[in-house]
């Protein structure tokens, strides 16, 4: 079961921001989903080791070597706001 | 030849032609160009103006179309994952396996629709509205991969890309009456692939039949520096398959999967059963030797996989704050055009995804939750691994229904979900798995799932034909009842 408050904490934590509808919605579906889920934890996993990729792959290295990147003006080409080169984003203080 | 001969040519039979002179690939190019711009089904988001130049002199793809679905970046044309955060977005860049391809002589004919962000199973979740499905129009094609397989069954594309994280090639190919394979993880560059979730996101085809599989396969794989989970394909290339036979294979029915009421009721439609099991006969006719086998930890799979996933998802869509390509909605500071922007830019199965996985990753939750899954991960590549030291594949539906009906389980996530039933165990695995045509269930077609070890593709594909002979299905929709 994932609460009112639990939602609007994860909310927080994933930049997003819910109606008073969704809030609801999302308590009542996440809680289904995660009733289903926690059947896992009726397992025994003692010693087993958790995997994070299947394909047997250790140090992908390649050489040192620079070569040429996305132009700068291409880079930024997509950009909503653009100022002096650089990406422009409203000030991290304003409220 | 009439504009309908060009398009009923399989692609390995329209390179051939091509190779003999018979056909011209500029106008095999239009007389797609002008299918994918007439199409109803909403299977196109973006389709070429103008066919490119022809390709190169004994290019091995000789000019052949291809849709690529919407998540591939192409340069200078539409990428938008499906997504209202990515409208209008032309990347600077083009994914690897998309140049591989064109290198190859198979040039870009238009992207094709899906789920947002790869996330759904019906291609509901599009914010281009959803794709219809050719053998029936009140249907859902499957997703998220559902434009690619909807135009490839229509014949508005003689062969798509698709990608895969649960079943997202699969599952649409068996809704539509197509081929959809799923390679091996690693084997297929994710360089330029809108991720959706990293270690399990693969690349795959979406054909009319298996010889085309191979043989846009074989043009797809191959090590990529700029994927750091890229892998070479042993050993050496892709082989058209030629099998008639099945002599001395084994297949594995695993009971968790397609036992009668299996886990949940999550029952397999008696129909979908039924060609099932008429399958089994038929590869038994074949010569191969058909037992039970058991995958024990496979009933939890699709729970490790809707921890991992999101999880993951969580993560990756952490990129879309309206920075440096994309929507953006301006609220005041950064804080506010981050949160204004992710909030009217994704929809609403991509928000209950980037919830439920930044809730399992949260302090308190991870190792309940991201912990355990990972370790159900591990038995359940072992559980495929022992089942491989008696079987050569391992056997199933594709998916435990046929199509069913636009809207129908759009209010129930989880009962979404469980459409993936059958293909998230091989995803976890990280194993190649395809699903051909299998004929009809109540007039609409089924899939068959083969599954064998990581890069045993050529083997896959030769028991995928010589079945898909046997079976001799009629890919056009509305030919065959």
């Known amino acids: 079961m994932i609460d009112r408050e639990q939602v609007l904490h994860v909310a927080r934590l994933a930049r997003l921001e819910l109606t008073e509808e969704e809030v609801g919605q999302m308590s009542e579906e996440l809680s289904n989903v995660l009733d289903h889920i926690e059947k896992i934890g009726e397992l025994d996993l003692e010693g087993v080791p958790p995997t994070t990729h299947v394909i047997e792959v250790s140090n992908a290295l390649r050489p040192d070597v620079v070569e040429p990147s996305l132009p700068r003006d291409v880079a930024l080409a997509s950009a909503p706001a653009v100022a002096d080169g650089g990406f422009l984003v409203p000030s991290p203080q304003a409220e | 030849m009439a504009t309908t001969d060009l398009t009923a040519l399989s692609a390995a039979q329209a390179v051939e032609a091509i190779g003999r002179g018979d056909l011209d690939p500029t106008e095999l190019f239009e007389a797609y160009r002008q299918a994918a711009t007439r199409e109803d089904l909403n299977a196109y988001l973006w389709v070429a103006e103008d066919a490119p130049e022809p390709p190169a002199a004994g290019a091995p793809l000789a000019g052949v179309p291809l849709a690529v679905k919407d998540l591939f970046c192409t340069e200078g044309v539409p990428s938008q994952a499906g997504s209202k955060i990515l409208e209008g977005y032309r990347p600077p860049y083009t994914a690897s396996v998309v140049a591989r391809l064109a290198a190859a002589g198979a040039p870009l004919l238009g992207k094709t629709n899906q789920d947002e962000f790869a996330m759904g199973s019906s291609n509901e979740n599009s914010a281009f509205g959803p794709v219809l499905n050719p053998w029936d129009r009140t249907r859902v094609p499957g997703g998220s991969s559902g434009g690619s397989a909807a135009a490839v069954a229509a014949g508005c594309a003689p062969w798509a890309l698709g990608t895969d994280t649960g079943g997202s090639i699969r ?92 886990e949940q009721g999550v029952g397999i439609e008696p129909g979908v059963l039924a060609s099932f099991r008429a399958t089994l006969e038929l590869a038994e006719q074949l010569g191969a030797t058909i037992e039970t086998c058991h995958l024990p930890h496979a009933p939890h799979a699709l729970s490790a996989y809707y921890v991992l996933a999101p999880a993951e998802a969580s993560s990756n869509l952490a990129r879309y704050d309206g920075v440096r390509y994309g929507l953006r909605v301006q609220d005041g500071g950064l804080l506010g055009m981050y949160t204004k922007t992710r909030s009217q830019g994704f929809g609403k199965e991509v928000k209950r995804r980037i919830m439920l996985g930044a809730y399992s990753l949260s302090s308190g939750y991870y190792d309940a939750y991201y912990g355990r899954a990972q370790r159900v991960r591990t038995k359940i590549a072992e559980d495929f691994r022992a089942a491989f030291e008696r079987f050569d594949f391992v056997v199933t539906p594709t998916s435990p229904s046929v199509a069913f009906e636009l809207g129908a389980k759009t209010g129930d996530p989880l009962s979404m979900y469980f459409n993936d039933y059958c293909t998230v165990p091989m995803s976890l695995a990280g194993i190649p798995a395809i699903s051909i045509p299998n004929g009809l269930s109540e007039g609409l077609p089924t899939g068959f799932q083969l599954a064998g070890p990581a890069f045993s593709e050529n083997r896959i594909l030769d028991a995928a034909h010589a079945l898909e002979q046997a079976i001799g299905f009629d890919a056009r929709p509305g030919r065959t009842a």
């Open chain 2, 171 to 262: 599952q649409p190919a068996a809704l539509c009456g197509i081929v959809g394979l799923k390679p091996t993880y690693g084997t297929v560059s994710r360089y330029g692939m809108v991720a959706f979730a990293s270690s399990l996101d693969q690349a795959g085809p979406l054909t009319r039949d298996v010889t085309d599989a191979a043989l846009l396969l074989r043009h797809m794989v191959g090590y990529d520096e700029r994927d750091s989970t890229s892998v070479s394909f042993p050993p050496g290339e892709v082989v058209l398959p030629s099998a008639e036979s099945l002599a001395g294979i084994r297949l594995g029915v695993p009971e968790e999967l397609t036992g009668a009421g299996s």
